[in-house]
């Protein structure tokens, strides 16, 4: 059974930092793309970022380029993600997916004073 | 970037009808990388459909998606109370990847 588990979200303040981890389980992690998804409170889902298999290629939202960066670990089959300079718009619920296997239970990032 | 449109924005129906949602994109779909999620109040999203026609694991064969280019429909047949949610495509063919804006579906 694939299983995607988001950790690491939380309160931040504006202009702060943030890591995401995402532990995947029950498939071949080391084999697929996988994506970090959004969705701010009441809004539709946002693809943020994705990472090809061996980590050499990465693709980021133009409103986190620079700012946000997707990483992975194939022995520990984890993916991650390093957020810095958090602004009050990147309030949302993050997950971890791979489009044609499943998402995670998500993890809720606060940007806030 | 492809824009997805779905339609309608809301669809309304009774128990053991059927729904037909609608997802359109604004150019061709590669290798039709179509999936169609749903997603209930509070819960995250889960997958039901990829490759536009594929069914996610456990998901019942009440549900089935088809179309190819740049339309493609998720059929809900003999629906069921617990079917109301908010569902959204999903192109994953060329980066970025897209969503559609949604289909809120109510069962009566």
């Known amino acids: 059974e694939v299983q995607l588990v988001e950790s690491g979200g939380g309160l931040v303040q504006p202009g702060g930092s943030v890591r995401l981890s995402c532990a995947a389980s029950?498939?071949?992690?080391?084999?697929?793309?996988m994506s970090w998804v959004r969705q701010a409170p009441g809004k539709g889902l946002e693809w943020v970022a994705n990472i090809k298999q061996d980590g050499s290629q990465t693709n980021y939202v133009d409103s986190v380029k620079g700012r946000f960066t997707i990483s992975r670990d194939n022995a520990k089959n984890l993916l991650y993600l390093q957020m810095n300079s958090l602004r009050v718009e990147d309030t949302a619920m993050y997950f971890c997916a791979r489009p044609d296997l499943g998402w995670g239970q998500g993890i809720l990032v606060t940007v806030s004073s | 970037e492809i824009v997805l449109t779905q339609s309608p924005g809301t669809l309304s129906l009774s128990p053991g009808e059927r729904a037909t949602l609608s997802c359109r994109a604004s150019q061709r779909v590669r290798n039709n990388y179509l999936a169609w999620h749903q997603q209930k109040p509070g819960q995250a999203p889960r997958l039901l459909m990829y490759g536009a026609s594929s069914r996610a694991t456990g998901i019942p064969d009440r549900f089935s998606g088809s179309g190819s280019g740049t339309d493609f429909t998720l059929t809900i047949s003999r629906l069921e109370p617990e079917d109301s949610a908010v569902y959204f495509c999903q192109q994953y063919g060329y980066a970025p990847d897209t969503f559609g804006q949604g289909t809120k579906l109510e069962i009566k």
């Open positions: 029950g498939f071949t992690f080391s084999s697929y793309w």
